[in-house]
């Protein structure tokens, strides 16, 4: 395999494409030092499949690989049909995994050292321009151990990757991208969430960070987080609300706290969480918590 004389434009990183068998959530998580590695490496479509192109990445495996697996191919037949045709398959990286939890995973002989991948059951990572191997057992493992929604477990597989040594070049930009029917904003896409650091010195880091704050806003209430706004906790938020200035005056009624909670779900961008009159959710009262404790 090469190891000098790397050329800019080579997209050098490491990935993972998963998918979540009870969700049917598809997604792709990438790291790299490479600006905006979001922008080219991640691929995916609900009920279809998700796929990672790197290395002298080629768009037309996002494009042509899902319309090959939404024709009924598997993930491994898919990566066949694509490197068989593509005269700079040496060159080339790719992981693929489809709607029935298939997975493959390429990497041409000409990728830069280290390069491979691990592919299993719901998922394949893989890598170039690695520290070693252990970046990607790294990965596999950790996806494979963790519990949670799919975009926590190929967050977590990812950082696993860094730890373990990731891209020998260092850090720059990061991805996350997962979809599933209905799923994006207003339930007309499938993009249920797609977050990109484009530069930063703590790319993954950052993301983690990011994909938090998605959580927060645009994932809906647990049942069990939902609480009656009464006795001290109806003290304790009339009060917050007047110091954020939602509430203009010092002794509110009840319709008064009321409104001026649900203006502050929608200003502060809580949609998801809205609850019927009289109701809150625990997240949202943690979160105006944080903002009196930043005031102080």
């Given at each position: 395999?090469?190891?000098?004389?790397?050329?800019?434009?080579?997209?050098?990183?490491?990935?993972?494409?998963?998918?979540?068998?009870?969700?049917?959530?598809?997604?792709?998580?990438?790291?790299?030092?490479?600006?905006?590695?979001?922008?080219?490496?991640?691929?995916?479509?609900?009920?279809?499949?998700?796929?990672?192109?790197?290395?002298?990445?080629?768009?037309?495996?996002?494009?042509?690989?899902?319309?090959?697996?939404?024709?009924?191919?598997?993930?491994?037949?898919?990566?066949?049909?694509?490197?068989?045709?593509?005269?700079?398959?040496?060159?080339?990286?790719?992981?693929?995994?489809?709607?029935?939890?298939?997975?493959?995973?390429?990497?041409?002989?000409?990728?830069?050292?280290?390069?491979?991948?691990?592919?299993g059951q719901n998922f394949a990572?893989?890598?170039?321009?690695?520290?070693?191997?252990?970046?990607?057992?790294?990965?596999?493992?950790?996806?494979?151990?963790?519990?949670?929604?799919?975009?926590?477990?190929?967050?977590?597989?990812?950082?696993?990757?860094?730890?373990?040594?990731?891209?020998?070049?260092?850090?720059?930009?990061?991805?996350?991208?997962?979809?599933?029917?209905?799923?994006?904003?207003?339930?007309?896409?499938?993009?249920?969430?797609?977050?990109?650091?484009?530069?930063h010195k703590e790319p993954v880091?950052?993301?983690?960070?990011?994909?938090?704050?998605?959580?927060?806003?645009?994932?809906?209430?647990?049942?069990?987080?939902?609480?009656?706004?009464?006795?001290?906790?109806?003290?304790?938020?009339?009060?917050?609300?007047?110091?954020?200035?939602?509430?203009?005056?010092?002794?509110?009624?009840?319709?008064?706290?009321?409104?001026?909670?649900?203006?502050?779900?929608?200003?502060?961008?809580?949609?998801?969480?809205?609850?019927?009159?009289?109701?809150?959710?625990?997240?949202?009262?943690?979160?105006?918590?944080?903002?009196?404790?930043?005031e102080e």
């Open positions: 395999m090469k190891k000098n004389n790397i050329p800019k434009d080579y997209v050098n990183t490491y990935s993972i494409v998963g998918f979540d068998p009870e969700t049917k959530e598809l997604g792709v998580a990438v790291a790299s030092k490479f600006l905006s590695v979001g922008s080219i490496v991640p691929w995916a479509k609900a009920g279809v499949g998700a796929v990672a192109t790197q290395s002298w990445a080629n768009p037309l495996y996002g494009i042509e690989g899902l319309e090959l697996m939404a024709e009924g191919k598997s993930a491994e037949e898919v990566v066949n049909i694509l490197t068989e045709n593509d005269e700079q398959k040496l060159l080339r990286q790719v992981g693929m995994v489809d709607a029935n939890g298939n997975s493959a995973t390429y990497s041409g002989s000409e990728c830069y050292d280290w390069a491979g991948g691990i592919a990572c893989q890598g170039n321009i690695l520290t070693g191997p252990e970046v990607v057992e790294a990965m596999a493992a950790t996806f494979q151990q963790t519990e949670g929604d799919l975009a926590t477990r190929l967050l977590k597989a990812l950082e696993s990757g860094e730890n373990a040594g990731g891209d020998r070049r260092g850090k720059q930009s990061a991805a996350l991208l997962i979809v599933k029917e209905n799923g994006g904003y207003g339930g007309v896409t499938d993009r249920y969430l797609d977050l990109r650091v484009d530069d880091k950052e993301l983690g960070r990011i994909l938090d704050l998605h959580q927060l806003y645009f994932k809906k209430s647990n049942p069990e987080d939902i609480l009656l706004v009464e006795g001290d906790l109806k003290a304790k938020l009339s009060a917050a609300l007047q110091k954020l200035n939602f509430l203009k005056v010092d002794q509110p009624t009840d319709d008064e706290i009321f409104e001026a909670l649900k203006d502050f779900h929608l200003i502060e961008n809580f949609d998801e969480r809205v609850q019927e009159k009289g109701k809150v959710d625990y997240k949202v009262v943690e979160y105006i918590d944080l903002l009196l404790q930043d």
